[in-house]
Protein backbone atom coordinates (compact mmCIF):
# COMPACT_ATOMS: atom_id res chain seq x y z
CA UNK A 1 0.00 0.00 0.00
CA UNK A 2 1.34 3.37 -1.01
CA UNK A 3 1.10 5.95 1.96
CA UNK A 4 -0.66 8.97 1.21
CA UNK A 5 1.46 11.26 3.28
CA UNK A 6 0.94 15.08 2.45
CA UNK A 7 -2.66 15.61 3.07
CA UNK A 8 -3.26 12.94 5.68
CA UNK A 9 -0.68 14.41 7.81
CA UNK A 10 -2.10 18.02 8.61
CA UNK A 11 -4.32 17.33 11.02
CA UNK A 12 -4.46 20.29 12.66
CA UNK A 13 -5.98 22.00 9.68
CA UNK A 14 -8.41 19.65 9.89
CA UNK A 15 -9.49 20.27 13.39
CA UNK A 16 -9.79 23.97 12.64
CA UNK A 17 -11.89 23.81 9.11
CA UNK A 18 -14.18 21.13 11.58
CA UNK A 19 -14.28 23.88 14.39
CA UNK A 20 -15.00 26.61 12.00
CA UNK A 21 -17.42 25.21 9.55
CA UNK A 22 -19.02 22.35 11.34
CA UNK A 23 -19.17 22.90 14.71
CA UNK A 24 -22.48 24.36 16.80
CA UNK A 25 -23.97 23.34 20.51
CA UNK A 26 -27.78 23.70 20.76
CA UNK A 27 -27.09 27.24 22.65
CA UNK A 28 -26.00 30.16 20.19
CA UNK A 29 -24.60 32.25 23.18
CA UNK A 30 -22.47 29.00 24.13
CA UNK A 31 -21.41 28.37 21.14
CA UNK A 32 -19.89 31.88 20.67
CA UNK A 33 -18.03 31.36 23.88
CA UNK A 34 -16.63 28.42 22.91
CA UNK A 35 -15.70 30.33 19.34
CA UNK A 36 -13.76 32.64 21.47
CA UNK A 37 -11.71 30.53 23.57
CA UNK A 38 -11.57 28.18 20.29
CA UNK A 39 -10.11 31.40 18.10
CA UNK A 40 -7.56 32.04 21.13
CA UNK A 41 -5.20 29.39 19.88
CA UNK A 42 -3.95 26.01 21.54
CA UNK A 43 -2.16 22.93 19.52
CA UNK A 44 -5.36 20.84 19.34
CA UNK A 45 -3.27 17.93 20.65
CA UNK A 46 -6.11 15.86 22.44
CA UNK A 47 -7.92 15.54 19.21
CA UNK A 48 -5.32 15.13 17.16
CA UNK A 49 -4.61 11.97 19.40
CA UNK A 50 -7.79 11.06 18.78
CA UNK A 51 -7.74 11.44 14.62
CA UNK A 52 -3.96 9.56 15.17
CA UNK A 53 -5.15 6.20 17.29
CA UNK A 54 -7.80 6.25 14.73
CA UNK A 55 -5.68 6.26 12.05
CA UNK A 56 -3.44 3.61 13.41
CA UNK A 57 -6.42 1.32 13.83
CA UNK A 58 -6.89 1.77 9.58
CA UNK A 59 -9.92 4.31 10.14
CA UNK A 60 -9.28 7.90 7.98
CA UNK A 61 -9.06 10.66 10.47
CA UNK A 62 -11.88 12.46 8.31
CA UNK A 63 -14.64 10.11 9.98
CA UNK A 64 -13.78 10.79 13.20
CA UNK A 65 -13.53 14.78 13.63
CA UNK A 66 -16.69 15.08 15.68
CA UNK A 67 -14.90 12.61 18.44
CA UNK A 68 -12.02 14.21 18.31
CA UNK A 69 -13.84 17.80 18.69
CA UNK A 70 -15.43 16.34 22.06
CA UNK A 71 -11.85 16.00 23.77
CA UNK A 72 -11.07 20.01 22.75
CA UNK A 73 -14.40 20.66 24.34
CA UNK A 74 -13.91 18.86 27.82
CA UNK A 75 -10.43 20.71 27.58
CA UNK A 76 -12.23 23.71 26.67
CA UNK A 77 -14.99 23.46 29.17
CA UNK A 78 -12.84 22.63 32.08
CA UNK A 79 -10.46 25.82 31.40
CA UNK A 80 -13.50 28.11 31.23
CA UNK A 81 -14.95 27.07 34.94
CA UNK A 82 -11.19 27.60 35.65
CA UNK A 83 -10.96 31.08 34.64
CA UNK A 84 -14.41 31.19 36.46
CA UNK A 85 -12.92 30.22 40.18
CA UNK A 86 -9.03 31.96 39.69
CA UNK A 87 -10.66 34.80 38.83
CA UNK A 88 -8.45 34.78 35.63
CA UNK A 89 -8.59 37.86 33.48
CA UNK A 90 -6.86 36.38 30.14
CA UNK A 91 -6.13 32.93 29.05
CA UNK A 92 -3.88 32.16 25.73
CA UNK A 93 -3.56 36.05 25.62
CA UNK A 94 -7.25 37.06 25.34
CA UNK A 95 -10.20 37.95 28.05
CA UNK A 96 -10.84 35.00 30.04
CA UNK A 97 -14.91 33.47 29.41
CA UNK A 98 -15.75 35.24 32.55
CA UNK A 99 -14.64 38.54 31.74
CA UNK A 100 -17.04 38.48 28.49
CA UNK A 101 -19.93 36.76 29.45
CA UNK A 102 -19.78 36.97 33.66
CA UNK A 103 -19.28 34.47 36.07
CA UNK A 104 -22.92 32.85 35.49
CA UNK A 105 -22.73 32.63 31.95
CA UNK A 106 -19.25 30.76 32.05
CA UNK A 107 -20.50 28.33 34.53
CA UNK A 108 -23.83 27.34 33.09
CA UNK A 109 -21.22 27.41 29.73
CA UNK A 110 -19.01 24.47 30.72
CA UNK A 111 -21.93 22.66 32.28
CA UNK A 112 -23.57 22.93 29.27
CA UNK A 113 -20.82 21.93 27.15
CA UNK A 114 -19.93 18.66 29.39
CA UNK A 115 -24.02 17.76 29.14
CA UNK A 116 -24.02 18.17 25.19
CA UNK A 117 -20.88 16.69 24.62
CA UNK A 118 -21.77 13.71 26.41
CA UNK A 119 -25.44 13.38 24.99
CA UNK A 120 -23.88 13.35 21.77
CA UNK A 121 -20.99 10.86 22.15
CA UNK A 122 -23.94 9.21 24.13
CA UNK A 123 -25.96 9.22 21.26
CA UNK A 124 -23.37 8.28 18.55
CA UNK A 125 -21.02 5.79 20.30
CA UNK A 126 -21.46 2.61 21.85
CA UNK A 127 -20.11 1.25 25.14
CA UNK A 128 -17.02 1.75 26.32
CA UNK A 129 -16.39 5.20 24.85
CA UNK A 130 -19.01 7.47 26.94
CA UNK A 131 -17.69 5.52 29.42
CA UNK A 132 -14.23 6.52 29.23
CA UNK A 133 -14.76 10.18 28.26
CA UNK A 134 -16.85 10.54 31.64
CA UNK A 135 -14.38 8.59 33.70
CA UNK A 136 -11.82 11.40 32.15
CA UNK A 137 -13.52 14.01 33.44
CA UNK A 138 -14.42 12.82 36.94
CA UNK A 139 -10.24 12.46 36.91
CA UNK A 140 -9.80 15.92 35.94
CA UNK A 141 -11.77 17.37 38.62
CA UNK A 142 -10.92 14.91 41.00
CA UNK A 143 -7.23 15.93 40.60
CA UNK A 144 -7.64 19.44 40.79
CA UNK A 145 -9.81 18.73 43.67
CA UNK A 146 -6.76 16.51 45.22
CA UNK A 147 -3.74 19.64 43.96
CA UNK A 148 -6.07 21.81 46.08
CA UNK A 149 -5.99 19.70 48.87
CA UNK A 150 -1.76 19.45 48.26
CA UNK A 151 -1.40 23.52 48.17
CA UNK A 152 1.94 24.71 50.51
CA UNK A 153 2.36 20.64 51.12
CA UNK A 154 6.29 20.74 50.84
CA UNK A 155 5.89 16.92 51.75
CA UNK A 156 4.37 16.22 48.61
CA UNK A 157 6.37 13.14 47.26
CA UNK A 158 6.95 12.98 43.25
CA UNK A 159 4.18 9.48 43.67
CA UNK A 160 1.95 11.92 45.07
CA UNK A 161 2.42 14.27 42.31
CA UNK A 162 2.61 11.58 39.44
CA UNK A 163 -0.75 10.90 40.80
CA UNK A 164 -2.06 14.13 40.60
CA UNK A 165 -0.88 15.28 37.39
CA UNK A 166 -2.26 11.77 35.91
CA UNK A 167 -5.47 12.56 36.80
CA UNK A 168 -5.95 16.23 36.25
CA UNK A 169 -4.02 16.35 33.01
CA UNK A 170 -2.51 12.88 31.78
CA UNK A 171 -6.12 11.26 31.83
CA UNK A 172 -7.86 13.24 28.88
CA UNK A 173 -4.43 12.29 26.67
CA UNK A 174 -5.51 8.82 27.46
CA UNK A 175 -9.01 8.79 27.04
CA UNK A 176 -8.32 10.62 23.85
CA UNK A 177 -5.79 8.48 22.45
CA UNK A 178 -8.12 5.29 23.41
CA UNK A 179 -11.18 6.49 22.04
CA UNK A 180 -9.92 7.26 19.12
CA UNK A 181 -8.27 3.57 18.58
CA UNK A 182 -11.79 2.35 19.74
CA UNK A 183 -13.71 4.17 17.26
CA UNK A 184 -11.11 3.22 14.72
CA UNK A 185 -11.93 -0.51 15.26
CA UNK A 186 -8.18 -1.14 16.89
CA UNK A 187 -7.21 -4.12 18.48
CA UNK A 188 -7.01 -3.88 22.26
CA UNK A 189 -3.21 -3.81 22.38
CA UNK A 190 -3.25 -0.88 20.31
CA UNK A 191 -5.73 0.72 22.84
CA UNK A 192 -3.99 0.03 25.27
CA UNK A 193 -0.70 1.11 23.77
CA UNK A 194 -2.18 4.73 22.63
CA UNK A 195 -3.50 5.16 26.20
CA UNK A 196 -0.10 4.31 27.87
CA UNK A 197 1.04 6.35 25.25
CA UNK A 198 -1.32 9.06 25.90
CA UNK A 199 -1.08 8.99 30.03
CA UNK A 200 2.95 8.96 29.59
CA UNK A 201 2.96 12.15 27.63
CA UNK A 202 0.08 13.96 29.87
CA UNK A 203 2.50 13.08 32.55
CA UNK A 204 5.32 14.94 30.49
CA UNK A 205 3.55 17.46 29.48
CA UNK A 206 2.25 18.89 32.82
CA UNK A 207 6.02 18.47 34.21
CA UNK A 208 6.64 20.69 31.03
CA UNK A 209 4.08 23.41 31.70
CA UNK A 210 5.30 23.32 35.42
CA UNK A 211 8.82 23.98 34.06
CA UNK A 212 7.65 27.27 31.61
CA UNK A 213 5.59 28.49 34.33
CA UNK A 214 9.03 29.29 36.27
CA UNK A 215 11.63 29.91 33.00
CA UNK A 216 9.23 31.23 30.34
CA UNK A 217 7.93 34.74 29.36
CA UNK A 218 4.00 36.22 29.42
CA UNK A 219 4.11 36.33 25.63
CA UNK A 220 5.17 32.98 25.38
CA UNK A 221 3.20 30.99 27.41
CA UNK A 222 0.15 33.37 27.05
CA UNK A 223 -0.55 33.64 31.00
CA UNK A 224 1.49 35.23 33.53
CA UNK A 225 4.95 33.90 34.63
CA UNK A 226 4.99 32.35 38.34
CA UNK A 227 2.03 32.02 38.62
CA UNK A 228 1.91 28.26 40.03
CA UNK A 229 3.74 29.78 42.31
CA UNK A 230 1.61 32.51 43.28
CA UNK A 231 -1.23 30.26 43.61
CA UNK A 232 0.98 28.40 46.57
CA UNK A 233 0.90 24.83 43.70
CA UNK A 234 3.53 21.99 44.72
CA UNK A 235 4.72 21.67 41.17
CA UNK A 236 7.17 19.05 40.18
CA UNK A 237 10.63 21.39 40.20
CA UNK A 238 9.55 22.44 43.79
CA UNK A 239 8.86 18.47 44.59
CA UNK A 240 12.29 17.49 43.08
CA UNK A 241 14.16 20.55 44.78
CA UNK A 242 12.87 19.51 48.06
CA UNK A 243 14.18 15.98 47.17
CA UNK A 244 17.56 15.77 49.64
CA UNK A 245 17.71 19.57 50.40
CA UNK A 246 19.63 21.33 53.06
CA UNK A 247 17.52 22.63 55.77
CA UNK A 248 17.77 26.25 55.05
CA UNK A 249 16.54 25.84 51.65
CA UNK A 250 13.15 24.24 53.06
CA UNK A 251 12.89 26.37 55.60
CA UNK A 252 12.59 29.48 53.15
CA UNK A 253 10.40 27.82 50.96
CA UNK A 254 7.87 27.08 54.21
CA UNK A 255 8.14 30.48 54.69
CA UNK A 256 7.18 31.62 51.17
CA UNK A 257 4.79 29.06 51.38
CA UNK A 258 2.94 29.85 54.49
CA UNK A 259 3.42 33.56 53.82
CA UNK A 260 1.80 36.43 51.83
CA UNK A 261 4.71 37.96 50.00
CA UNK A 262 4.22 37.18 46.07
CA UNK A 263 6.25 40.05 44.73
CA UNK A 264 8.13 39.71 41.38
CA UNK A 265 11.05 39.84 43.16
CA UNK A 266 10.23 37.24 46.34
CA UNK A 267 9.09 34.71 43.01
CA UNK A 268 12.04 34.92 41.16
CA UNK A 269 14.58 34.85 44.41
CA UNK A 270 12.59 31.19 44.81
CA UNK A 271 12.75 30.75 41.37
CA UNK A 272 16.31 31.25 41.08
CA UNK A 273 16.95 28.88 44.62
CA UNK A 274 14.87 25.66 42.78
CA UNK A 275 17.41 25.97 40.00
CA UNK A 276 19.95 26.23 42.43
CA UNK A 277 19.10 23.16 44.06
CA UNK A 278 18.66 21.22 40.71
CA UNK A 279 15.07 21.29 40.40
CA UNK A 280 15.19 22.86 37.12
CA UNK A 281 17.35 20.34 36.00
CA UNK A 282 15.85 17.64 37.34
CA UNK A 283 12.21 18.24 35.71
CA UNK A 284 14.05 18.21 32.27
CA UNK A 285 15.44 14.65 33.03
CA UNK A 286 11.86 14.34 34.48
CA UNK A 287 9.85 15.04 31.02
CA UNK A 288 12.69 13.16 29.06
CA UNK A 289 11.80 10.03 30.73
CA UNK A 290 7.90 10.35 30.69
CA UNK A 291 8.35 11.15 27.00
CA UNK A 292 10.57 8.40 26.28
CA UNK A 293 8.14 5.90 28.43
CA UNK A 294 5.16 7.22 26.29
CA UNK A 295 7.47 6.46 23.23
CA UNK A 296 8.03 2.90 24.35
CA UNK A 297 4.42 2.46 24.66
CA UNK A 298 3.46 2.87 21.15
CA UNK A 299 5.99 -0.65 20.07
CA UNK A 300 2.84 -2.47 19.27
CA UNK A 301 1.94 0.29 16.41
CA UNK A 302 4.70 -0.98 14.56
CA UNK A 303 5.96 0.81 11.60
CA UNK A 304 2.60 2.64 11.32
CA UNK A 305 2.95 6.22 10.12
CA UNK A 306 1.00 7.57 12.90
CA UNK A 307 3.74 6.51 15.44
CA UNK A 308 6.10 8.87 13.73
CA UNK A 309 3.69 11.49 14.36
CA UNK A 310 3.13 10.50 18.04
CA UNK A 311 6.52 10.52 18.49
CA UNK A 312 6.99 13.88 16.73
CA UNK A 313 4.65 15.78 18.98
CA UNK A 314 6.24 13.69 22.21
CA UNK A 315 9.70 14.63 20.85
CA UNK A 316 8.51 18.46 20.87
CA UNK A 317 8.57 18.65 24.33
CA UNK A 318 12.22 18.24 24.79
CA UNK A 319 12.47 20.90 22.12
CA UNK B 1 -52.20 -10.64 43.05
CA UNK B 2 -52.05 -8.97 46.80
CA UNK B 3 -50.68 -5.66 46.59
CA UNK B 4 -48.03 -5.47 49.74
CA UNK B 5 -48.53 -1.98 50.12
CA UNK B 6 -47.04 -0.76 53.36
CA UNK B 7 -43.50 -1.84 52.97
CA UNK B 8 -43.44 -0.88 49.50
CA UNK B 9 -44.80 2.55 49.47
CA UNK B 10 -42.24 4.13 51.60
CA UNK B 11 -39.93 4.96 48.93
CA UNK B 12 -38.75 8.39 50.24
CA UNK B 13 -37.35 6.52 53.61
CA UNK B 14 -35.90 3.93 51.47
CA UNK B 15 -33.86 6.75 49.09
CA UNK B 16 -32.68 8.03 52.53
CA UNK B 17 -30.98 4.83 53.56
CA UNK B 18 -29.69 4.79 50.50
CA UNK B 19 -27.95 8.06 50.34
CA UNK B 20 -27.07 7.63 54.11
CA UNK B 21 -25.77 3.76 53.73
CA UNK B 22 -24.42 3.72 50.51
CA UNK B 23 -23.62 6.37 48.95
CA UNK B 24 -19.90 7.32 48.36
CA UNK B 25 -17.69 9.13 45.38
CA UNK B 26 -14.47 8.74 44.44
CA UNK B 27 -13.19 11.90 46.26
CA UNK B 28 -14.34 11.67 50.30
CA UNK B 29 -14.53 15.56 50.17
CA UNK B 30 -16.87 15.85 47.45
CA UNK B 31 -18.95 12.75 49.30
CA UNK B 32 -19.24 15.08 52.08
CA UNK B 33 -20.18 18.40 50.57
CA UNK B 34 -23.31 16.36 49.14
CA UNK B 35 -24.08 14.67 52.15
CA UNK B 36 -24.34 18.24 53.89
CA UNK B 37 -26.55 19.28 50.97
CA UNK B 38 -28.75 16.06 51.32
CA UNK B 39 -28.92 16.34 55.13
CA UNK B 40 -30.24 19.33 54.63
CA UNK B 41 -33.17 18.08 53.07
CA UNK B 42 -35.67 18.08 50.50
CA UNK B 43 -38.27 16.09 49.05
CA UNK B 44 -36.79 13.53 46.78
CA UNK B 45 -39.33 14.18 44.18
CA UNK B 46 -37.10 13.09 41.07
CA UNK B 47 -35.48 10.03 42.33
CA UNK B 48 -39.23 9.04 43.68
CA UNK B 49 -40.07 9.57 40.25
CA UNK B 50 -37.63 6.92 38.75
CA UNK B 51 -38.91 4.53 41.95
CA UNK B 52 -42.23 4.60 41.03
CA UNK B 53 -41.76 4.58 37.00
CA UNK B 54 -40.21 1.19 37.83
CA UNK B 55 -42.60 -0.53 40.17
CA UNK B 56 -44.83 0.82 37.08
CA UNK B 57 -43.07 -1.34 35.16
CA UNK B 58 -43.34 -4.57 37.54
CA UNK B 59 -39.69 -4.08 38.66
CA UNK B 60 -38.64 -3.99 42.40
CA UNK B 61 -38.17 -0.58 43.63
CA UNK B 62 -35.16 -1.59 45.92
CA UNK B 63 -33.33 -2.27 42.53
CA UNK B 64 -32.91 0.79 40.78
CA UNK B 65 -31.68 2.93 44.41
CA UNK B 66 -28.52 4.08 42.61
CA UNK B 67 -30.17 4.70 39.37
CA UNK B 68 -33.12 7.45 41.45
CA UNK B 69 -29.66 8.52 43.76
CA UNK B 70 -28.26 10.04 40.58
CA UNK B 71 -31.28 12.13 39.05
CA UNK B 72 -31.20 13.39 43.08
CA UNK B 73 -27.29 14.22 42.77
CA UNK B 74 -28.01 16.10 39.30
CA UNK B 75 -30.40 18.38 41.03
CA UNK B 76 -27.82 18.44 43.93
CA UNK B 77 -24.69 19.38 41.44
CA UNK B 78 -26.92 22.17 39.69
CA UNK B 79 -27.64 23.79 42.88
CA UNK B 80 -24.06 23.74 44.28
CA UNK B 81 -23.23 25.66 41.07
CA UNK B 82 -25.89 28.37 41.20
CA UNK B 83 -24.98 28.96 44.90
CA UNK B 84 -21.60 29.78 43.58
CA UNK B 85 -22.81 31.92 40.56
CA UNK B 86 -25.89 33.60 42.66
CA UNK B 87 -23.20 34.44 45.62
CA UNK B 88 -26.36 32.28 47.65
CA UNK B 89 -25.09 32.49 51.20
CA UNK B 90 -28.20 29.59 52.37
CA UNK B 91 -29.71 26.58 50.44
CA UNK B 92 -32.49 24.79 52.27
CA UNK B 93 -31.81 26.72 55.59
CA UNK B 94 -28.28 25.44 56.00
CA UNK B 95 -24.84 27.21 54.42
CA UNK B 96 -24.79 26.89 50.81
CA UNK B 97 -21.59 24.72 49.62
CA UNK B 98 -19.43 27.65 48.93
CA UNK B 99 -19.76 29.24 51.93
CA UNK B 100 -18.67 25.95 53.81
CA UNK B 101 -16.45 24.88 51.07
CA UNK B 102 -15.25 27.67 48.72
CA UNK B 103 -16.15 28.51 45.22
CA UNK B 104 -13.30 26.35 44.23
CA UNK B 105 -14.13 23.48 45.40
CA UNK B 106 -17.97 24.13 45.10
CA UNK B 107 -17.10 24.29 41.04
CA UNK B 108 -14.99 21.39 41.13
CA UNK B 109 -17.62 19.53 43.32
CA UNK B 110 -19.96 20.10 40.75
CA UNK B 111 -18.44 19.13 37.53
CA UNK B 112 -17.32 16.13 39.46
CA UNK B 113 -20.79 14.89 40.28
CA UNK B 114 -21.47 15.32 36.98
CA UNK B 115 -18.76 13.21 35.65
CA UNK B 116 -19.08 10.58 38.59
CA UNK B 117 -22.91 10.05 37.53
CA UNK B 118 -22.31 9.97 33.91
CA UNK B 119 -18.95 7.54 34.62
CA UNK B 120 -21.33 5.48 36.64
CA UNK B 121 -24.55 5.41 34.64
CA UNK B 122 -22.63 4.48 31.60
CA UNK B 123 -20.75 1.36 32.96
CA UNK B 124 -24.51 0.20 34.70
CA UNK B 125 -26.65 1.07 31.69
CA UNK B 126 -27.54 0.43 28.44
CA UNK B 127 -28.75 3.08 25.95
CA UNK B 128 -30.37 5.61 26.24
CA UNK B 129 -30.49 5.79 29.92
CA UNK B 130 -26.76 7.42 29.37
CA UNK B 131 -28.53 9.72 26.59
CA UNK B 132 -31.44 10.69 28.53
CA UNK B 133 -29.59 11.77 31.44
CA UNK B 134 -27.22 13.95 29.59
CA UNK B 135 -29.88 15.30 27.34
CA UNK B 136 -31.80 16.31 30.57
CA UNK B 137 -28.51 18.35 32.10
CA UNK B 138 -27.70 19.89 28.59
CA UNK B 139 -31.94 21.10 28.67
CA UNK B 140 -31.15 22.50 32.52
CA UNK B 141 -28.00 24.62 31.51
CA UNK B 142 -29.70 25.89 28.58
CA UNK B 143 -32.99 26.63 30.24
CA UNK B 144 -31.09 28.56 32.62
CA UNK B 145 -28.68 30.80 30.02
CA UNK B 146 -32.33 31.28 28.18
CA UNK B 147 -33.85 32.24 31.65
CA UNK B 148 -30.60 34.37 32.36
CA UNK B 149 -30.97 35.99 28.34
CA UNK B 150 -34.82 36.94 29.60
CA UNK B 151 -33.99 38.78 32.44
CA UNK B 152 -36.39 41.86 32.55
CA UNK B 153 -38.21 40.84 29.24
CA UNK B 154 -41.85 41.95 30.15
CA UNK B 155 -42.44 40.49 26.50
CA UNK B 156 -42.08 37.21 27.47
CA UNK B 157 -45.17 35.29 26.62
CA UNK B 158 -46.71 32.08 28.55
CA UNK B 159 -45.32 29.59 25.25
CA UNK B 160 -41.54 31.13 26.22
CA UNK B 161 -42.16 31.05 29.84
CA UNK B 162 -43.10 27.43 29.15
CA UNK B 163 -40.13 26.42 26.89
CA UNK B 164 -37.94 27.49 29.57
CA UNK B 165 -39.43 26.11 32.44
CA UNK B 166 -39.58 22.85 30.41
CA UNK B 167 -35.74 22.65 30.09
CA UNK B 168 -34.78 24.14 33.00
CA UNK B 169 -36.84 21.95 35.65
CA UNK B 170 -39.33 19.94 33.95
CA UNK B 171 -36.64 18.09 31.84
CA UNK B 172 -35.47 16.50 34.83
CA UNK B 173 -38.53 15.31 36.19
CA UNK B 174 -39.54 13.92 32.72
CA UNK B 175 -36.19 11.98 32.76
CA UNK B 176 -36.65 11.04 36.49
CA UNK B 177 -39.42 8.98 35.53
CA UNK B 178 -38.61 7.74 32.04
CA UNK B 179 -35.14 5.96 33.03
CA UNK B 180 -37.21 4.09 35.62
CA UNK B 181 -39.68 2.67 33.76
CA UNK B 182 -36.96 1.75 30.97
CA UNK B 183 -34.38 0.35 33.56
CA UNK B 184 -37.62 -1.54 34.73
CA UNK B 185 -38.88 -2.91 31.25
CA UNK B 186 -41.55 -1.25 30.64
CA UNK B 187 -43.29 -1.12 27.22
CA UNK B 188 -42.63 1.78 24.99
CA UNK B 189 -46.22 3.15 26.12
CA UNK B 190 -45.95 3.37 29.20
CA UNK B 191 -42.51 4.98 29.15
CA UNK B 192 -43.92 7.68 27.12
CA UNK B 193 -46.91 7.84 29.87
CA UNK B 194 -44.49 8.46 33.10
CA UNK B 195 -42.08 10.84 30.64
CA UNK B 196 -45.29 13.49 29.92
CA UNK B 197 -46.58 13.36 33.51
CA UNK B 198 -42.71 13.99 34.66
CA UNK B 199 -42.48 17.06 32.16
CA UNK B 200 -46.28 18.34 32.62
CA UNK B 201 -45.33 18.18 36.52
CA UNK B 202 -42.35 19.71 36.13
CA UNK B 203 -43.81 23.08 35.14
CA UNK B 204 -46.54 22.96 37.51
CA UNK B 205 -43.44 22.33 40.47
CA UNK B 206 -42.18 25.47 38.34
CA UNK B 207 -45.15 27.52 38.52
CA UNK B 208 -45.98 26.61 42.15
CA UNK B 209 -42.31 27.38 43.15
CA UNK B 210 -42.51 31.01 41.35
CA UNK B 211 -45.66 31.60 43.41
CA UNK B 212 -44.49 30.45 46.57
CA UNK B 213 -41.73 32.89 45.94
CA UNK B 214 -43.91 36.20 45.85
CA UNK B 215 -46.68 34.65 48.46
CA UNK B 216 -44.90 32.62 51.03
CA UNK B 217 -42.23 33.17 54.13
CA UNK B 218 -38.43 32.48 54.68
CA UNK B 219 -39.17 30.01 56.85
CA UNK B 220 -41.45 27.75 55.11
CA UNK B 221 -39.45 27.63 52.10
CA UNK B 222 -36.17 27.56 53.13
CA UNK B 223 -34.82 30.51 51.35
CA UNK B 224 -35.29 34.30 50.84
CA UNK B 225 -38.67 35.25 49.91
CA UNK B 226 -39.15 37.76 46.85
CA UNK B 227 -35.74 36.29 45.54
CA UNK B 228 -37.20 36.01 41.62
CA UNK B 229 -38.21 39.22 41.61
CA UNK B 230 -34.47 40.60 43.44
CA UNK B 231 -33.08 38.80 40.84
CA UNK B 232 -35.46 40.58 38.01
CA UNK B 233 -36.27 36.91 36.63
CA UNK B 234 -39.66 36.76 34.78
CA UNK B 235 -42.21 34.48 36.60
CA UNK B 236 -45.56 33.17 35.55
CA UNK B 237 -46.78 35.28 37.88
CA UNK B 238 -45.07 38.47 36.02
CA UNK B 239 -45.94 36.55 32.78
CA UNK B 240 -49.87 36.23 33.19
CA UNK B 241 -50.54 39.91 35.02
CA UNK B 242 -49.10 41.12 32.19
CA UNK B 243 -51.37 39.09 29.83
CA UNK B 244 -53.51 42.59 28.71
CA UNK B 245 -52.62 44.68 31.57
CA UNK B 246 -53.15 48.48 31.71
CA UNK B 247 -50.63 50.79 30.74
CA UNK B 248 -49.77 51.94 34.16
CA UNK B 249 -49.25 48.83 35.76
CA UNK B 250 -46.90 47.66 33.00
CA UNK B 251 -45.01 51.07 33.17
CA UNK B 252 -44.99 50.63 36.79
CA UNK B 253 -43.04 46.85 36.21
CA UNK B 254 -40.73 48.22 33.57
CA UNK B 255 -39.54 51.03 36.13
CA UNK B 256 -38.76 47.87 38.87
CA UNK B 257 -37.05 46.09 36.22
CA UNK B 258 -34.75 48.49 34.71
CA UNK B 259 -34.32 50.32 38.34
CA UNK B 260 -32.32 49.64 41.34
CA UNK B 261 -34.99 49.53 43.92
CA UNK B 262 -35.15 46.24 45.63
CA UNK B 263 -36.20 47.05 48.91
CA UNK B 264 -38.20 45.20 50.77
CA UNK B 265 -41.40 47.63 50.87
CA UNK B 266 -40.63 47.82 47.06
CA UNK B 267 -41.16 44.12 46.18
CA UNK B 268 -43.83 43.92 48.24
CA UNK B 269 -45.45 46.54 46.11
CA UNK B 270 -44.58 44.72 43.25
CA UNK B 271 -46.34 41.41 44.64
CA UNK B 272 -49.57 43.44 45.26
CA UNK B 273 -49.93 44.90 42.04
CA UNK B 274 -49.35 41.22 40.43
CA UNK B 275 -51.69 40.14 42.33
CA UNK B 276 -53.98 43.14 42.49
CA UNK B 277 -53.60 42.31 38.65
CA UNK B 278 -54.65 38.61 38.51
CA UNK B 279 -51.37 37.38 38.50
CA UNK B 280 -51.76 34.70 41.60
CA UNK B 281 -54.67 33.46 40.79
CA UNK B 282 -54.25 32.82 37.14
CA UNK B 283 -51.38 31.65 38.19
CA UNK B 284 -52.66 28.66 40.22
CA UNK B 285 -54.83 27.94 37.47
CA UNK B 286 -52.25 27.53 35.43
CA UNK B 287 -50.53 25.00 37.87
CA UNK B 288 -53.92 23.32 38.17
CA UNK B 289 -54.09 23.15 34.39
CA UNK B 290 -50.63 21.07 34.46
CA UNK B 291 -51.53 18.94 37.48
CA UNK B 292 -54.19 18.33 35.37
CA UNK B 293 -52.37 17.30 31.82
CA UNK B 294 -50.06 15.55 34.32
CA UNK B 295 -51.98 12.99 35.76
CA UNK B 296 -54.29 12.50 32.29
CA UNK B 297 -51.12 11.30 31.01
CA UNK B 298 -50.91 8.46 33.00
CA UNK B 299 -53.95 6.57 31.66
CA UNK B 300 -51.39 4.03 30.22
CA UNK B 301 -50.68 2.76 33.60
CA UNK B 302 -54.19 1.69 34.58
CA UNK B 303 -55.26 1.08 37.99
CA UNK B 304 -51.54 0.10 39.09
CA UNK B 305 -50.75 1.32 42.45
CA UNK B 306 -47.70 3.51 41.82
CA UNK B 307 -50.49 5.80 39.73
CA UNK B 308 -52.00 6.75 42.64
CA UNK B 309 -48.72 7.37 44.05
CA UNK B 310 -47.92 9.89 40.77
CA UNK B 311 -51.48 11.24 41.20
CA UNK B 312 -50.78 12.16 44.77
CA UNK B 313 -47.52 13.75 44.83
CA UNK B 314 -49.00 15.88 41.78
CA UNK B 315 -51.96 16.82 43.42
CA UNK B 316 -49.62 18.10 46.51
CA UNK B 317 -48.53 20.85 44.48
CA UNK B 318 -52.18 22.43 44.56
CA UNK B 319 -52.35 21.71 48.51
Known amino acids: MIQQ ?3 RRDLYALIEAYFRTRFATGNPLITE ?6 AAGGKRIRPRFTLLAAEAAGAPAGDHLPLAAFMELIHVATLIHDDVVDHATTRRGVNATAVDFGNRISVLAGDY ?44 GVEEYVEIAG ?12 CGAIAGGAPANVVAAVRSFGYA ?35 IPVVLALAGADRDFRGDLERYYTGDDESPERVAGIVAAIGSHGGLTATRTAVAEYVGLAKAALAPLGNLPARAEFVAIADALLA
Not at 167 to 178: D, G, I, N, P, Q
Open 113 to 156: LFAWIFKNVTADHPHPIPHILSAALADITDGEVLQLKALGNLDL
Open 201 to 235: YGIAFQMQDDYLDMTSDEATVGKPVGNDLREKKMT
Open 167 to 178: KKTASLFAASAA
Open 33 to 38: AVNRML
Open 5 to 7: EAP
